[in-house]
């Protein structure tokens, strides 16, 4: 006849494994899944350095109106505003930058509009004015 439970004992002279947890999981997939080139991310260079990021949500809107004098005035300035987010490694990028701070992103220069740290990944909301 077999005993009931099986008895664990510990001597003091192993060390227990430690348990993983969700955050081990997820930051396991930051790199095998959305920074993998066969995946989510792409090469591009960032403030002179080739790095792997998402870049999503582009958005151009078209300011060809502003206001003087009181009154809408309505022509054609050929001016554009580009927005999107791009996501980066922290251990890739550095420290965290400030809003307003300009980053060259593939030759172009964008200025930081936000940038959040999300569990290891800056989300970065970037934003480009330029004339057509």
């Keep these: 006849m077999g005993a009931l439970f099986d008895l664990d004992q510990n001597y003091g002279d192993e060390k227990p494994e430690k348990r993983r947890i969700f955050k081990d999981f997820a930051a396991a997939d930051i790199d095998t899944t959305f920074f993998n080139c066969d995946e989510h991310a792409d ?30 005035q309505n022509f054609d300035t050929g001016l554009y505003n580009l927005n999107m987010v791009m996501y980066i490694r922290v251990k890739d990028y550095g420290p965290k930058p400030k809003q307003g701070k300009l980053l060259t992103l593939d030759k172009l220069t964008y200025s930081i509009r936000k940038c959040d740290d999300e569990g290891g990944i800056y989300r970065m909301t970037l934003e480009r004015v330029r004339q057509s």
């Design 43 to 72: 090469l591009h260079t960032v403030d002179g350095k080739e790095v792997l990021v998402i870049l999503n949500s582009y958005d151009v809107r078209d300011h060809s109106a502003h206001w003087e004098a009181g009154a809408k």
